[in-house]
């Protein structure tokens, strides 16, 4: 226990304030010399520079401050020009707040209590609204009048912001349509949301301790161990596809989503589970797998309709026969173009695999393919198919996979926009090319399928070493044109 020591100061007292108030010219204002004052404010202020909670002293009619080193810390850039100087001076920006509370006291001797009270105060990080739990009590003299407040607070405005997040993200969980629910690690459910109750069909007091092992079907419970040991080492699990069971016993689709969830000290204390419901998005992705299967068997019997007429017309010598058979390759080509929409998303398709596609027929050692992962059309998907068909086709009649050793390059590469690209298709190692007397339907069909459905420009070059054919076109034929 300290023991108050009369005096010019408070020696007993250790700590920056008791320094600066013993220090202070109190003879300058209207409470005199610290040898003058009467013994309710010594009294006051000893227990204040004693004490480890913050505490302010609001003496007399102007409020003259007296505070502790517990409370400097809460006025921010206030101190120490606070020290000594009428409240009004240092507490401008909340007096109309604050001087009727410290009225109050002064005037009537009750003591004003508030929890969480909220204060509009500037100090020296910009205006802000702070909290406090506050105690304000009279300090009365030797008659028995009120002489001052002393004020006790402990600022809560971290615990303020953190209880209104909590309660804004408790409103948040209550009212999603997602499932949220939490475990701790032994994978017991801690937590259930109305969202959960919705998907899965039981209520929040039929599952609260029980194990989340009771939604897995029955060859997925391997999963849930899985992700526990995944939230056990601090991971995020990000959103994954799986099924889950209800309480009628039926199985939803879902979007699954788990993290770890952090006790005080920072460590792992269970796991939070996102869930929502995806069986529309299923249900789509299986209609547009019939659609599309039904779609690539109607194209393949189209195909399939025109090979047939084409052989019954041209079967009469072997020029018609020979037309019969480009024509059939040419078909096939198309068709596997097809192939690679209705695989992929119908409106555009990876260049490479496109190209790989066309290429099917011959051995993969012949090409050398270069480029970036690049995205094209529709359109240019079967311009490019055909236009790949042609060229491969001339090739390993006159060209370089005409002979062992031949080699095609391929390469290609976008613009900095990603709005346009150029390729090239050059040979080598295949005989000497001679410049043709005139051009081929072949070199009509790459040009008017490249340049036009393409929106681009193609040049041919018979080239001695070997043919090379160069396109500069649009990413996007259909929207260029269309």
Known sequence: ??????????????GELARLIGSFDWSRTRVGPISRWPPCLRSAVDVMLGANIQIVIFWGPQFLALYNDAYAPTIGTKHPHALGRPAREHWAELWTDLE???????????????????FY????????????????????????????????????????????????????IASTDDAILSTDLDMTIT???????????????EMIGRSVLALNPEDRSDEEYELFRRVGLGEHVPPY??????????????????????????????????????????QFERFQAMAMGELKHRIKNVLSTVTAIARQTFTNGDEERAATRI???RLA?????????????WEEADLRTVIDTA???????????????????????????????????????????????????????????????????????????????????????????????LKGEVRLEFAPSGLICEVDASLRAEAAGR
């Not at 300290?2 to 010019?8: A, L, T």
């Not at 008659?143 to 615990?159: L, S, Y």
Request: glycine content about 10%; overall charge neutral; hydrophobic content about 40%.
């Open 333 to 345: 080509s198309l068709a596997r173009a097809q192939d690679v929409l209705t695989t992929g998303s």
């Open 100 to 118: 009727p509370l410290l009225k109050r006291v002064l005037e009537t001797g009750e003591t004003v209590s508030a929890k969480d009270r909220p």
């Open 191 to 205: 937590s259930w949301n109305r969202g959960a109750e919705r998907l899965y069909g039981y209520r929040a007091d």
């Open 359 to 453: 290429l099917l027929p011959y051995s993969p050692d012949r090409f050398r393919i270069e480029g970036p992962a690049m995205s094209v059309g529709a359109h240019a998907v079967t311009a490019l198919t055909l236009a790949f068909h042609e060229l491969a086709t001339n090739a390993a009649k006159y060209g370089a996979l005409s002979r062992d050793g031949g080699l095609v390059s391929i390469h290609w590469q976008a613009s900095r926009d990603l709005a346009r690209f150029k390729l090239r298709w050059s040979e080598e190692g295949g005989p000497e090319v001679v410049i043709p007397t005139r051009r081929g339907f072949g070199s009509k069909l790459i040009e008017r399928l490249l340049a036009s459905e």
């Open 121 to 172: 105060i500037e100090r020296g990080r910009g205006p802000e609204t702070v909290y406090f739990d506050i105690s304000y009590s009279p300090v009365h003299d030797e008659e028995g009048a009120v002489a001052g407040v002393f004020c006790i607070v402990n600022e809560t405005t971290e615990v303020k912001r953190a209880q209104d997040l909590e309660r804004r993200l408790a409103a948040i």
């Open 327 to 329: 024509f059939d390759e």
């Open 241 to 282: 596809e799986t099924a889950r069971r209800r309480s009628d016993g039926t199985l939803v689709d879902v979007s699954l989503t788990v993290s770890p969830i952090y006790g005080g000290a920072g460590e792992i204390v269970g796991a939070s589970k996102i869930a929502r419901d995806i069986t529309a998005k299923k």
């Open 1 to 14: 226990m300290r023991i108050f020591v009369s005096g010019p100061g408070f020696v007993r007292h250790n």
